[in-house]
């Protein structure tokens, strides 16, 4: 079983950095994509960066492209998504998701394992 947990949330003024990070506490095999998304209430969950693990491809949502780095450890058991320069619009709630199908699909139904997501609040 995937056990997907983040951590690292918080609340931040406009401009700093937050680090979040995605632990695997279950099984590992077979799990192909790593993705971060966020939602805010009302609205729909949105991709914000997904990792492919064997080619380390990484995918970015345009609005946080040289703001947040998205990265792995060797062990691949951890993705962490450092983020840079955020603004009032990044705040949400950021879940970290994995699927097996290897593509970094923008799509939250393409990921069938989730985390319990973490608070992400940037101040004005």
């Known amino acids: 079983q995937v056990r997907l947990v983040e951590s690292g949330g918080g609340l931040v003024q406009a401009g700093g950095s937050l680090r979040l990070s995605c632990a695997n506490s279950?099984?590992?095999?077979?799990?192909?994509?790593v993705g971060w998304f966020r939602q805010v209430p009302g609205k729909e969950r949105e991709f914000v960066a997904a990792?492919?693990?064997?080619?380390?491809?990484?995918s970015y949502q345009d609005s946080v492209k040289g703001r947040f780095t998205l990265s792995r450890d060797a062990a691949k058991t951890t993705v962490s998504l450092q983020m840079n320069s955020l603004k009032s619009e990044d705040t949400a709630v950021y879940y970290c998701?994995?699927?097996?199908?290897?593509?970094?699909?923008?799509?939250?139904?393409?990921?069938?394992?989730w985390g319990q997501g973490t608070q992400v609040t940037v101040s004005s």
């Open positions: 998701a994995a699927n097996i199908l290897g593509t970094n699909s923008v799509a939250p139904g393409a990921y069938p394992y």
């Open positions: 279950g099984r590992s095999v077979g799990i192909l994509s």
């Open positions: 990792i492919r693990w064997d080619v380390q491809t990484i």
